[in-house]
């Protein structure tokens, strides 16, 4: 289930060996796919939806973070593969909590620091040494939530956001302090799409309180109150992405809303396609779609109503593609149940 990265040489992919009891990452050629190294730790446990990762991995420099879904935090040499070092996010920040799911927040590099949030009781929220794994600081809270924390100036003031399991929250980098907090809806969300900042704005879109923009003070505190709402777009996985002006949001259907008009709806279309989870990728003036069963649909994000340029299939019978495909130029990598594959976007490609 863990998103593929990649650069312009390689890609890395998670898997599972050894009867489902180690976690596995392979660093792959980009352009022939062929092994670079491979990264291998013991890793037994039993989870919801199986044991393989969820995050994405994160490269920086000449550093690749790595999270594994029993809470391994694993930094490795982008090169080699070489390990630099390894925390155990359950152990080393007290996580009592059980979470069915495991731990899903993908790593985050904010001014120098990573940015994890196990969920402990006295660290809710860490800033770790990239280079050594050491704690900077650690913040008390709530358990995680299965969403990743993102980073960006709101209000004039750089600040981590996202949700714990109950609540949304943003929280500053330089000291870890809770800067503010928004109680959910209904306590009962797993809260896993990713927010999105535009135009100094929150968008933030969850299972029951729908597609919600909110603004922010000049010292950087949220206002309770949104400045806008769509009630029906209310995802349970699938995290939204900007074009322009526009929102594009699947659950169960996709929606194209207005951001310059109050959330207001452009369009809803319905697929077959959209009732099981999809992932997103915006450009310009296009969104690329990938769906469950592996077929890459791309519409038009400036039409007015839904309009499908293409759509192809590209793994045979795949029927759960839940991890997030990477993007580098043209090339496409998606990863199946069982294979990743280098998909040509060129509009020449045969």
Same mark, same amino acid.
């Given at each position: 289930?863990?998103?593929?990265?990649?650069?312009?040489?390689?890609?890395?992919?998670?898997?599972?060996?050894?009867?489902?009891? !180690?976690?596995?990452?392979?660093?792959?050629?980009?352009?022939?796919?062929?092994? #670079?190294?491979?990264?291998?730790? &013991?890793?037994?446990?039993?989870?919801?939806?199986?044991?393989?990762?969820?995050?994405?991995?994160?490269?920086?420099?000449?550093?690749?973070?790595?999270?594994? %879904?029993?809470?391994?935090?694993?930094?490795?040499?982008?090169?080699?593969?070489?390990?630099?070092?390894?925390?155990?996010?359950?152990?080393?920040?007290? !996580?009592?909590?059980?979470?069915?799911?495991?731990?899903?927040?993908?790593?985050?590099?904010?001014?120098?620091?990573?940015?994890?949030?196990?969920?402990?009781?006295?660290?809710?929220?860490?800033?770790?040494?990239?280079?050594?794994?050491?704690?900077?600081?650690?913040?008390?809270? #709530?358990?995680?939530?299965?969403?990743?924390?993102?980073?960006?100036?709101?209000?004039?003031?750089? +600040?981590?956001?996202?949700?714990?399991?109950?609540?949304?929250?943003?929280?500053?980098? %330089?000291?870890?302090?809770?800067?503010?907090?928004?109680?959910?809806?209904?306590?009962?969300?797993?809260?896993?799409?990713?927010?999105?900042?535009?135009?100094?704005?929150?968008?933030?879109?969850?299972?029951?309180?729908?597609?919600?923009?909110?603004?922010?003070?000049?010292?950087?505190?949220?206002?309770?109150?949104?400045?806008? #709402?769509?009630?029906?777009?209310?995802?349970?996985?699938?995290? %939204?992405?900007?074009?322009?002006?526009?929102?594009?949001?699947?659950?169960?259907?996709?929606?194209? &809303?207005?951001?310059?008009?109050?959330?207001?709806?452009?369009?809803?279309?319905?697929?077959?396609?959209?009732?099981?989870?999809?992932?997103?990728?915006?450009?310009?003036?296009?969104?690329?779609?990938?769906?469950?069963?592996?077929? &890459?649909?791309?519409?038009?994000?400036?039409?007015?109503?839904?309009?499908?340029?293409?759509? +192809?299939?590209?793994?045979?019978?795949?029927?759960?593609?839940?991890?997030?495909?990477?993007?580098?130029?043209?090339?496409?990598?998606?990863?199946?149940? #069982?294979?990743?594959?280098?998909?040509?976007?060129?509009?020449?490609?045969?």
């Amino acid at each position: 289930m863990a998103g593929v990265a990649a650069t312009q040489d390689v890609v890395l992919v998670a898997d599972r060996e050894l009867d489902d009891t !180690v976690d596995v990452w392979k660093c792959l050629d980009a352009a022939t796919g062929k092994p #670079r190294w491979t990264v291998r730790y &013991l890793a037994p446990g039993s989870l919801d939806y199986g044991n393989s990762a969820r995050t994405t991995p994160l490269i920086e420099g000449d550093r690749v973070f790595l999270v594994g %879904a029993h809470g391994h935090v694993t930094c490795v040499h982008l090169e080699t593969g070489k390990q630099l070092w390894q925390r155990n996010m359950r152990t080393a920040f007290g !996580v009592t909590e059980p979470m069915a799911w495991g731990f899903c927040g993908s790593p985050l590099l904010v001014d120098g620091k990573l940015i994890l949030n196990p969920g402990g009781p006295a660290a809710s929220v860490v800033a770790l040494e990239p280079a050594t794994g050491k704690t900077i600081w650690q913040t008390p809270g #709530r358990p995680a939530s299965y969403g990743s924390l993102i980073a960006g100036k709101l209000g004039g003031k750089l +600040q981590i956001m996202g949700h714990d399991k109950t609540t949304l929250g943003g929280w500053d980098p %330089a000291t870890g302090k809770r800067l503010w907090t928004l109680d959910s809806v209904s306590a009962d969300d797993f809260n896993v799409p990713t927010p999105l900042i535009d135009n100094g704005r929150l968008i933030v879109t969850t299972e029951s309180d729908g597609a919600c923009i909110y603004g922010f003070t000049d010292d950087g505190l949220i206002i309770p109150q949104p400045l806008a #709402r769509f009630a029906d777009h209310k995802p349970d996985t699938q995290s %939204a992405v900007v074009v322009g002006s526009r929102l594009f949001g699947v659950s169960h259907d996709l929606y194209c &809303l207005d951001l310059a008009k109050s959330l207001q709806l452009v369009y809803e279309a319905q697929e077959e396609a959209f009732v099981d989870h999809v992932s997103l990728i915006a450009s310009p003036d296009k969104v690329l779609i990938s769906t469950g069963s592996a077929e &890459l649909m791309l519409i038009d994000a400036r039409a007015d109503e839904f309009k499908i340029i293409s759509r +192809q299939p590209v793994l045979e019978g795949e029927s759960g593609l839940l991890s997030h495909p990477a993007l580098v130029g043209k090339r496409l990598f998606l990863r199946g149940s #069982r294979e990743i594959v280098c998909v040509d976007l060129a509009e020449d490609a045969q």
